[in-house]
C-alpha cells in the first residue's frame, strides 16, 4: 500500500540571476512500513526534500500525497493539524522543550491536540526507548543519545503515516548512533512504521529497505 507519493517536485528559491533551484521535479513513491533513506552531500536538497514532505515549507509547483491527501491542498491552519496527526519529526538536536519532563515532551503532540494519553502505551514507548529511569528528568538531565530517544518517542506516540528523521545521529557519538538506528529499526521492524531518514552517513543508510542519492536537487539514484 502506498502512503507517501511525490510528483515533480520543485523548489526554487530567489529570483533572475539570485535563483536557486533547490529540488528539481524530484518523483518517488514509499509503501506503507517501507524504511527509506535519503543521501546525499550538503547542498544537495535532500533537507529542503524533507521539509517538504513534512509540510514544513511549501513548493514552487508538485505535489505530495501522504496517506492518498495532498498536503497541499491544506491551508496553513490545517497543514499544522495534519502535520501534527500524521508526520512524526526527528531533529538532529532533539528540539525538546527544556522546561517539560521526559514523558511531558513525548506526549507533547497529544496534548497540543487535546487528546487523551493511553497510559500503558505510554509506558511501553518509556520502555523499548530504554527511559523508565529518565521519565520524570529535564532534558538537560539526560545524554545526547536519551535526549534523541525521547525525540523519537514523540515522534511515534500519535502513531503518524509516517516519520521523518533528519541526520537523527549527526549530533551523537558512534555509541549512542548505533542505539538509534537500532531503535528506529526496531519501530519500523516490530511496528510496522514507515520511515524516511535523511543522512549523509553511507553505512547508516545501509540499514534501510531502499537508498534514494540526491545530487543536484535531482534524484541520481
Known amino acids: 500500500m502506498e502512503i507517501l507519493k511525490v510528483e515533480n517536485l520543485t523548489k526554487i528559491y530567489g529570483k533572475d540571476s539570485t535563483q536557486v533551484v ?3 521535479n524530484v518523483s518517488f513513491s514509499v509503501e506503507k512500513g517501507e524504511f527509506v533513506a535519503i543521501v546525499g552531500a550538503s547542498g544537495s536538497g535532500k533537507s529542503t526534500l524533507l521539509h517538504l514532505l513534512g509540510g ?3 513548493p514552487t509547483s508538485g505535489k505530495v500525497f501522504i ?3 495532498d498536503i497541499f491542498d491544506f491551508d496553513d491552519d490545517k497543514l499544522a493539524i495534519f502535520r501534527r496527526r500524521q508526520i512524526g519529526l526527528i531533529y538532529q538536536f532533539y528540539n525538546l522543550i527544556p522546561i517539560l519532563n521526559i514523558e511531558e515532551n513525548i506526549t507533547l503532540p497529544l496534548s497540543l491536540d487535546n487528546r487523551k494519553v493511553d497510559s500503558k502505551v505510554l509506558d511501553e514507548m518509556i520502555e523499548v526507548l530504554g527511559l523508565t529511569e529518565r521519565r520524570k528528568h529535564l532534558p538537560n538531565e539526560l545524554s ?3 535526549q534523541q530517544r525521547t525525540s ?3 515522534a511515534l506516540i500519535t502513531n503518524p503515516a509516517i516519520v521523518l528523521a533528519d541526520e537523527p545521529t549527526g ?4 555509541k549512542s548512533s548505533d542505539e538509534i538506528v537500532a531503535l528506529l529499526k526496531k ?3 516490530d511496528y510496522n512504521q514507515t520511515i524516511i531518514m535523511i543522512t549523509h552517513n553511507m553505512e ?3 540499514i534501510a529497505d531502499r537508498i534514494i542519492k540526491i545530487e543536484d536537487g535531482r534524484i541520481a539514484q
Do not use: P, T, Y
Open 22 to 24: 533547490a529540488l528539481d
Open 56 to 58: 514544513v515549507d511549501r
Open 67 to 69: 496517506d492518498g491527501k
Open 144 to 146: 545526547g543519545g536519551q
Open 152 to 154: 523519537i518517542g514523540r
Open 171 to 174: 549530533n551523537l557519538d558512534s
Open 187 to 189: 519501530s519500523n521492524r
Open 204 to 206: 547508516i543508510a545501509k
